[in-house]
């Protein structure tokens, strides 16, 4: 059954439509309300610039007229937790520019790596059970160009070095992480 208003040939709810509009209007206004908040620099296409706007992520393209925006890409950060989308406290460019590395603003023991080409959430890693990540940085001067894996995790109580390679959720490579574990004492009654 098709209702007589529906065209036979495209069976969809024109008020479902409208509704759909409607979302995605009151979605921009919501992203136009929103700051800048954080910015990536390109590191390999050196004419591209990354801004973090809320749960966007846009990009502009840099050149000797000044900045322009990429009219094809803006992405919005989904997945996090339960797939909502979030606006992320931290970000830094990995893998030649392919991988945006994420860092959720409640979340903290997480890592979110959005692929750039897909625009999307794909992976979600973690460090050391317990610890907390306030950064992400290069493990070299030149790995953002030269598309080294690795990369560092900057805490309160130390320095890991995360390798996405490795099995399972966490990526600290223990060989090569630098952690400071306190020992609660004990009184001894005498």
Same mark, same amino acid.
């Given at each position: 059954?098709?209702?007589?208003?529906?065209?036979?040939?495209?069976?969809?709810?024109?008020?479902?439509?409208?509704?759909?509009?409607?979302?995605?209007?009151?979605?921009?206004?919501?992203?136009?309300?929103?700051?800048?908040?954080?910015?990536?620099?390109?590191?390999?296409?050196?004419?591209?610039?990354?801004?973090?706007? #809320? *749960?966007?992520?846009? @990009?502009?393209?840099?050149?000797?007229?000044? &900045? $322009?925006?990429?009219?094809? !890409?803006?992405?919005?950060?989904?997945?996090?937790?339960?797939?909502?989308?979030?606006?992320?406290?931290?970000?830094?460019?990995?893998?030649?520019?392919?991988?945006?590395?994420?860092?959720?603003?409640?979340?903290?023991?997480?890592?979110?790596?959005?692929?750039?080409?897909?625009?999307?959430?794909?992976?979600?890693? #973690? *460090?050391?059970?317990? @610890?907390?990540?306030?950064?992400?940085?290069? &493990? $070299?001067?030149?790995?953002? !160009?030269?598309?080294?894996?690795?990369?560092?995790?900057?805490?309160?109580?130390?320095?890991?070095?995360?390798?996405?390679?490795?099995?399972?959720?966490?990526?600290?490579?223990?060989?090569?992480?630098?952690?400071?574990?306190?020992?609660?004492?004990?009184?001894?009654?005498?």
């Amino acid at each position: 059954l098709f209702l007589p208003s529906m065209d036979p040939l495209n069976p969809v709810d024109p008020m479902e439509e409208e509704r759909e509009e409607e979302e995605e209007e009151e979605e921009e206004e919501d992203s136009r309300r929103e700051k800048n908040s954080l910015l990536e620099l390109g590191h390999v296409n050196k004419d591209r610039a990354f801004v973090a706007r #809320g *749960a966007q992520v846009n @990009v502009y393209r840099v050149s000797n007229d000044g &900045i $322009t925006p990429d009219s094809h !890409v803006s992405i919005t950060v989904p997945g996090g937790d339960r797939g909502c989308p979030f606006s992320p406290r931290k970000m830094m460019i990995h893998d030649r520019d392919h991988d945006l590395l994420l860092l959720h603003p409640t979340n903290q023991e997480k890592i979110y790596r959005m692929d750039m080409h897909r625009g999307e959430v794909v992976e979600e890693w #973690g *460090a050391l059970s317990g @610890v907390n990540i306030n950064q992400t940085v290069p &493990i $070299t001067k030149r790995a953002q !160009v030269e598309g080294s894996s690795t990369f560092l995790g900057l805490s309160e109580k130390g320095v890991m070095t995360l390798d996405p390679r490795l099995p399972g959720v966490d990526k600290a490579s223990l060989d090569h992480s630098y952690v400071i574990v306190v020992i609660a004492r004990r009184s001894l009654s005498s």
